[in-house]
């Protein structure tokens, strides 16, 4: 299953809410996860099965969809979530989209 | 608190092995499948190998299938990557991951380790 996002990069401000979008070549069901990785550090969990929020993972970071279409939102992006953002499909071994990076605007 | 700590990254000519390591601790490691992740300098995530919990699955991506081979010794809470036939493209950082759920089949990454360093050049 390939995995495609946009944008490859989105430039915000503090405050805006953002949407990341993640397109399967097939359906993975519900088996959907977002990562979060800053530069220089191993990514980190943010939502599972689509649209569950990982333990301690703030609530402005939401995630929806369902077949091929997915997203990731932010409802009012914070200075720490500047960062690069990957989803990823589970449903047939592991993919990962090419990922979309959230910079200052 | 779960830790995963790699080892075993370093210099290696094309065509050369190296074996990864990577020692669990904080959780029960025979309870978990095991992976290895890797990223090229400046590029994006790609997964490379799965072991079951108890080692009698494993898994790979078609870019190092019939290269690599992952293992486990679930007495010395570790898990290996041996990686055979190096290319240039196999440069990375190869990071050593947890599935998020016990005796899973496949599962999202809930603990990453942070990383060890693969140059492949002549």
């Known amino acids: 299953i390939q995995m495609t996002q946009s944008p490859s990069t989105l430039s915000a401000s503090v405050g805006d809410k953002v949407t990341i979008t993640c397109r399967a070549s097939?359906?993975?069901?519900?088996?959907l996860a977002w990562y979060q990785q800053k530069p220089g550090k191993a990514p980190k969990l943010l939502i599972y099965k689509a649209s569950t929020l990982e333990s301690g993972v703030p609530s402005r970071f939401s995630g929806s969809g369902s077949g091929t279409e997915f997203s990731l939102t932010i409802s009012s992006l914070q200075p720490d979530d500047f960062a690069v953002y990957y989803c990823q499909q589970y449903n047939s071994y592991w993919t990962f989209g090419q990922g979309t990076k959230v910079e200052i605007k | 608190q779960v830790q995963l700590v790699e080892s075993g990254g370093g210099v290696v000519q094309p065509g050369g092995s190296l074996r990864l390591s990577c020692a669990a601790s904080?959780?029960?490691?025979?309870?978990?499948?095991m992976h290895w992740v890797r990223q090229a300098p400046g590029k994006g995530l790609e997964w490379v190998a799965f072991i079951r919990y108890d080692g009698s699955n494993k898994e790979y991506g078609d870019s190092v299938k019939g290269r690599f081979t992952i293992s486990r010794d679930n007495s010395k809470n570790t898990v290996y990557l041996q990686m055979n036939s190096l290319r240039v493209e196999d440069a990375a950082v190869y990071h050593c991951v947890r599935d998020q759920g016990t005796y899973s089949a496949f599962d999202a990454f809930d603990h990453w380790g942070q990383g060890t360093l693969l140059t492949v050049s002549s």
């Open positions: 097939l359906s993975p069901s519900s088996w």
């Open positions: 904080g959780f029960t490691f025979s309870r978990y499948g």
